[in-house]
């Protein structure tokens, strides 16, 4: 049985003159309906993730461009890091390009479409430089080397509408947990990738924080997360005594650079 399922606008809020998320319900009154996701050219890239009350592995997306070109179908695939105490089941996150004008979602399943289903969507419109240095500090007297500079939350939110942890918690860290984030490989702006990731953790998973102690673009560049000896939420909620590193990027199909 295939249902294709129409997009409803929930809600929208303007995190910033550079951030936009919105969130759309999920019902199957209509059939083939494209939602528009994209009305403006100055959009830098478009993020989307699916969740559902309940496992349903038969959700799909596709996209139209701009030159009404439209894409193969999309399987939602579970994003694996997810809390096992979390009671909604949660995509990846996609990245799409600032081409993309509209989405479609269909429903390959028999199993009902509940209410409470919903896609979120996050668009980045900032391709600015960041002007904030970055800068040395938590220098420990254990490591007798030069730490690496990197940019702290104001340097990659500069906003300030990204906040941390309301009340961290230590952990001693014995095991480095290396990620790639399964995101873009080539953007002008990973200070905005890293904001993505920061929306998807904390308003779509309901995590406090991103879950990253760390993350790294392509460059180089450090990213500070929640930082050195913070508990963080990256590896399936077994987080104690460990560090999570993320790699941003997509390394499935592509490796990494040396």
Known sequence: ???????????????????????LTLTNDKLNQWFEINKSDSI????????????????????????????????????????????????KLYFLS???????????????????GKISIYQDVSKQTEERPSYLKNLKSACPCIQ??????????????????????????????????ASTNVSSNWSGVVRSIWDFHVNTNGWDDIGYNWLIDPDGQIYEGRGDDIRGAHFCGTNTGTAGICMLGDFQNQAPQQ
Not at 11 to 18: D, H
Not at 51 to 68: A, G, I, V
């Open 148 to 181: 690496p500079t990197y940019l702290d939350r104001l340097g990659w939110c500069p906003t300030g509408n990204c906040p941390e942890h309301p009340n961290p918690v230590t952990t001693e860290v014995t095991h480095l947990i290396v990620h790639h984030a």
């Open 1 to 23: 049985m295939r249902i294709l399922i129409t997009l409803f606008l929930l809600s929208t809020t303007i995190l910033s003159n550079a951030q936009i998320r919105f969130e």
């Open 98 to 116: 600032n081409k993309i004008k509209a989405l479609q979602i269909k429903n390959t399943s028999s199993l009902p479409i509940l209410s409470s």
């Open 44 to 91: 830098d890239f478009i993020t989307i993730a699916l969740t559902l009350p309940q496992k349903n592995d038969d959700f799909y997306f596709r996209t139209k461009n701009k030159q009404s070109e439209i894409s193969e179908w999309t399987n939602f695939v579970h994003y694996t890091h997810q809390k096992e105490i979390d009671t909604n089941w949660i995509s």
